[in-house]
């Protein structure tokens, strides 16, 4: 490398080795050398220090982190309901939403049903499978949109809603699979919005925890967003009560190894939320 800098101009030189340049001279320098070494190939190490080099990737993080033997898809949505119209809520998508589901031409299935019991209040939260994926999604859409007694269904539940918003969702491949389970139970809803660029550093520490979190059978599904509001993890817990939360979650602590993962995954993280729901009568997951 010596001889090649021996070869820049007696000019830049003068601009390199002046014992005190002002700010305008030293951009002249930097900008001549830069001119200077822009011949030269991307592994100069010259041209390293401006240019930030990044691993390619081979595929998006959807690929490396969901369960490669199912085509499952996901969707959860928010219901923020007026208060005085939550019993009506419920009454109305316990009395229409089991029928919907008994038609066997539709590949969606019912994962989950819930009121917020600590969080936001007066909200309901729905859990969906689609058996297909994207295809299976649009299937079931199209069909609803010519069943009368879901349109009547959701006209009369638009007059009780304040808002309402979902997410598509794949569940990480080392998380179990939500199956229905007898209650009574309480349910935790975890919700972990991520820093950009961070969901395989997320996925990674968890596939080695997640063993922690299972001897209670608490673990209930794990899940990341595909379409909505994006870098967004949503765990989903189950417990016999409250006490049965802390202590649980306590002796998770006593476990070597917890503490690692803990350290390593709260720095990818923006904001977290915490809701303890109670579930609806049709609900799956009791």
Not at 47 to 65: E, G, I
Not at 229 to 240: C, G, I, R
Not at 259 to 279: F, G, K, Q
Request: net charge positive.
């Amino acid at each position: 490398m010596a001889p090649r800098l021996c070869s820049i101009s007696a000019a830049t030189q003068r601009l390199l080795c002046s014992p005190r340049p002002s700010a305008g001279v030293a951009v002249a320098a930097g900008v001549a050398a830069a001119r200077f070494y822009s011949k030269d190939n991307e592994g100069s190490w010259f041209r390293s220090l401006f240019v930030h080099k990044v691993d390619p990737r081979k595929d998006a993080h959807s690929t490396l982190l969901s369960k490669k033997e199912t085509s499952n898809l996901y969707k959860i949505q928010f219901h923020n309901v007026k208060p005085e119209c939550l019993d009506a809520y419920n009454s109305l998508t316990e009395a229409v939403l089991p029928k919907l589901h008994l038609d066997e031409d539709y590949p969606c299935s019912l994962v989950g049903n819930w009121n917020t019991w600590y969080g936001e209040q007066d909200q309901a939260v729905h859990l969906w499978r689609f058996s297909g994926g994207y295809p299976a999604l649009m299937d079931c859409m199209n069909k609803l949109k010519n069943n009368k007694e879901y349109l009547e269904f959701r006209k009369e539940r638009s007059c009780m809603l304040l808002s309402r918003r979902n997410q598509l969702l794949l569940e990480f491949s080392f998380w179990n699979e939500p199956q229905p389970r007898a209650g009574p139970n309480i349910y935790e809803l975890r919700t972990y919005k991520l820093k950009p660029g961070t969901m395989i550093e997320w996925g990674n520490n968890w596939a080695r925890a997640i063993k922690y979190r299972q001897e209670n059978q608490e673990a209930v599904g794990g899940f990341f967003s595909q379409i909505g509001e994006l870098y967004v993890v949503h765990h989903l817990w189950a417990y016999k009560d409250l006490q049965s939360r802390e202590e649980t979650r306590n002796a998770a602590w006593r476990k070597r190894g917890w503490d690692e993962n803990v350290y390593y995954t709260v720095p990818l993280v923006r904001h977290m939320e915490s809701r303890i729901m109670i579930p609806l009568k049709i609900s799956p997951l009791q």
